[in-house]
């Protein structure tokens, strides 16, 4: 998928999930992603508990496909992946992950270093192998299909 971030779900201790938007990779089945090495929520989850969830999107298009309001679509791809996550400690692997991840969000800006990571300790990388992956789509019907030109109005009670 070609979707901008995605969202990895922890539990918590107290059994509540933790929801974090991360930009991420996904190469060799693995999920990577990095965020502070602080010890909050995320990290403090993913170190009690290893089983993650993870989530993207891409929203294509809203369409109408009846006469009412209500009667209207969304056109999306989405894929949800479970596994288990562990922090990537090797400082070259840390590294090869930002060189992959600016080549995917990077703006290209000329006259900056390119490989060079001053702040590479004040970050945790974290790497999900993944074990489980599915996904849903629903494709945006052709304009023949979409209202007005086809009324597949779906509310109760319908009048014409």
Known sequence: MRAYCGRIASVGADGWPYLVP??????DGEITVHNSAARGHFRLNVERESRVCFEVDEPVKVFDYGRFECDTGLAYRSA???????????????????????????????GRPQGFYPRLDEVTVYAIAVERLTGKHCPLPPLAEQWPALDRTKSPNARP
């Open 22 to 27: 991360l930009l991420y990779l996904f190469e």
């Open 80 to 110: 949800i992946a479970w596994g288990r996550i562990r922090i990537v400690e090797d400082r070259a692997a840390k590294s090869r992950f930002f060189d992959a991840l600016l080549a995917k969000y990077g703006t290209g800006t000329s």
